[in-house]
């Protein structure tokens, strides 16, 4: 297993609650939880992630692990918003168990900055996102749609949700594409990544244990299509992740 301390999608659970109950004018929560993922590259340990994280929103401004942002729109049906969002995806080949696994080169993580967008309605809620990649790693833009139909029962708020994840070919080959020098030199095919979209499944769970205290959960499923899913450094269609985590709201 490869074990790292960061601050990670335990957050995103945190943010997208915020989006669906609302959040008041001004919040501060802080909290601590650990997430499990599989890796979609072949041969590659899985990740356990523990990540400490504070969320703060002050008006139209909200700050979290992960993202920070301004609300242009912000009311009880629309919400728009102007963020920089941090990217984890990365390719370590030091965590690889194939030997030409490991001659291919690291993709990093990046920074993203783009617009959120998400409508709410007696029907539900549909999100849209859109960013691009600001440091430069694969110069590629990302775009998410989804759809998700909040729950309550009792103290308990759940979130199915189900959506598709598009990756411009620049962002598509920078993480799957190998290079012919890296091809020469680890013995893997060579292969060039085209645009790509990736469906997926999601629950989202957070459980009011009192006025201050609560416990947030999610669960994801994903799939791989297209050049990404023929890529040789894949070793799966599919990767699944969830998360557990602890939320004190002041």
């Given at each position: 297993?490869n074990?790292?301390f960061?601050i990670v999608f335990?957050?995103?659970?945190v943010?997208?609650f915020?989006?669906v109950?609302?959040?008041r004018a001004?919040?501060f929560s802080?909290?601590?939880?650990?997430a499990?993922?599989?890796?979609?590259?072949?041969?590659?340990?899985a990740?356990?992630?523990?990540?400490?994280?504070a969320s703060?929103?002050?008006g139209r401004?909200?700050?979290?692990?992960?993202?920070?942002g301004v609300?242009?729109?912000n009311?009880?049906?629309?919400?728009?918003?102007a963020?920089?969002?941090?990217s984890?995806?990365?390719?370590?080949?030091?965590?690889c168990?194939d030997?030409g696994?490991?001659?291919?080169?690291?993709?990093?993580?990046?920074?993203?900055?783009g617009?959120?967008?998400?409508v709410?309605?007696a029907w539900g809620m549909?999100?849209?996102?859109l960013?691009h990649?600001i440091?430069?790693?694969?110069?590629g833009a990302?775009?998410e749609?989804?759809?998700?139909?909040?729950v309550?029962?009792?103290?308990l708020?759940l979130v199915?949700?189900?959506g598709v994840?598009?990756?411009?070919?620049?962002?598509?080959?920078?993480y799957f594409g190998?290079?012919?020098?890296?091809?020469?030199?680890?013995g893997?095919?060579?292969?060039?990544?085209?645009?790509?979209?990736s469906p997926f499944?999601?629950l989202e769970?957070?459980?009011t244990?009192?006025?201050?205290?609560?416990?947030v959960?999610s669960?994801e499923?994903?799939?791989?299509?297209?050049s990404?899913k023929?890529s040789?450094?894949?070793g799966?269609?599919?990767?699944v992740?969830?998360?557990l985590?602890?939320?004190?709201?002041f």
């Open positions: 297993m074990y790292r960061t335990v957050c995103a659970c943010s997208f915020s989006t109950v609302g959040a001004a919040e802080l909290g601590g939880g650990v499990a993922a599989t890796s979609p590259y072949k041969s590659h340990d990740n356990i992630l523990v990540s400490p994280f703060v929103a002050m401004v909200y700050l979290e692990p992960a993202a920070v609300h242009l729109v009311n009880d049906t629309h919400t728009l918003g963020e920089m969002t941090y984890w995806f990365e390719f370590d080949p030091d965590d168990d030997g696994m490991r001659r291919l080169d690291k993709r990093r993580s990046t920074l993203m900055a617009l959120a967008y998400s709410r309605g549909a999100k849209v996102r960013s990649d440091l430069g790693r694969s110069n990302v775009g749609a989804s759809y998700h139909v909040p309550r029962v009792g103290r708020d199915p949700g189900a994840t598009w990756s411009s070919e620049k962002q598509a080959d920078y190998v290079t012919r020098a890296e091809s020469v030199r680890s893997v095919q060579s292969h060039e990544a085209g645009s790509s979209l499944v999601r769970a957070k459980y244990l009192g006025q201050r205290w609560s416990v959960a669960a499923a994903r799939l791989l299509t297209g990404v023929n040789p450094m894949v799966r269609s599919a990767t992740s969830g998360a985590g602890v939320l004190f709201t």
